[in-house]
């Protein structure tokens, strides 16, 4: 199973960016998929999470700025990502498994039983 990120790039505060991440190897019709961003020497923190059933999760930080969809049809989900602000400078990664999306912000069911994207940077400048 392989996860594959794109879309990150360099921004200016207050623009957009739309991240991708294709799956292959695996058809996620079930199960969580989820967005994380992490920065040098920092813990990776949940972002959004998209379940099957189409409920989304968020964190509070991103809330009214980020959106997760998901396309069962091409195995992907994405992240479309406004207002950005220098805050959000991270490298975002994927994941995604076979379980619903209870802890969702929690890297460590992720690292148990699903998989990770190599991760793609974004940076925000003021």
């Known amino acids: 199973v392989q996860l594959m990120e794109s879309g990150g790039g360099s921004v200016q505060a207050g623009g957009s960016l739309r991240l991708s991440c294709i799956v292959s190897?695996?058809?996620?019709?079930?199960?969580?998929m989820a967005w994380f961003r992490q920065l040098p020497a920092k813990e990776r923190e949940g972002v959004a999470s998209?379940?099957?059933?189409?409920?989304?999760n968020y964190a509070d930080s991103v809330k009214g700025r980020f959106t997760i969809s998901r396309d069962g049809a091409k195995n992907s989900v994405y992240l479309q990502m406004n207002s950005l602000k220098p805050e959000d400078t991270a490298t975002y990664y994927c994941?995604?498994?076979?379980?619903?999306?209870?802890?969702?912000?929690?890297?460590?069911?992720?690292?148990?039983?699903?998989?990770w994207g190599q991760g793609t940077q974004v940076t925000v400048s003021s």
């Open positions: 994941a995604a498994d076979g379980l619903g999306c209870g802890s969702w912000d929690s890297p460590s069911r992720f690292a148990r039983d699903g998989y």
């Open positions: 190897g695996y058809t996620y019709n079930s199960g969580c």
């Open positions: 998209s379940d099957s059933d189409g409920s989304t």
